[in-house]
């Protein structure tokens, strides 16, 4: 199995050992090694994996995205607004050459370096605004149905 450079691993359903081995995977230089031993070890644990190719442009359209992906880069998130539905997962992943995180009243995610990434369930219907805590006027819209 080949992965293009960046491929990330999306871990669904997860136990805590799978969750520990999929962090490992993000934090550390994404290597095709390091992606074939966290897929070997979810399946080991019985979690399903997705895997999610790496994208060219941070800014394009929704369509052209995975549904409940967003990437910061140039001090911006790629969506304005994403629709999702009730108990979708939205995942933020810092594209951009500074930390940045992802703030709105329920949660707030940690300081997310580069490449770092950072999931929420949403499992209320609504509309919930968010914003990066240091430019508030970096902001985006998740709609729940």
Known sequence: MSFPKKTK?????????????F???????????????CLASCEKLGAKTELIPPLNNASQNQSQ??????????????????NINK???????????VSHDIYRSGFKSPLLSKEQSFSFTFNEEGTFDYIYAIYPSMKGKIVVK
């Open 9 to 21: 691993i999306k871990v669904l359903g997860t136990s805590g050992s799978a969750r520990d081995e």
């Open 23 to 37: 962090n490992m995977v993000q934090e550390s230089s994404n290597s095709e090694e390091l992606l074939k031993r």
């Open 65 to 82: 995205l995975d549904t409940d992906q967003i990437f910061i880069k140039n001090f911006a998130f790629s969506l304005n607004e994403l």
């Open 87 to 97: 108990d979708g997962t939205v995942t933020w992943t810092n594209d951009d050459s």
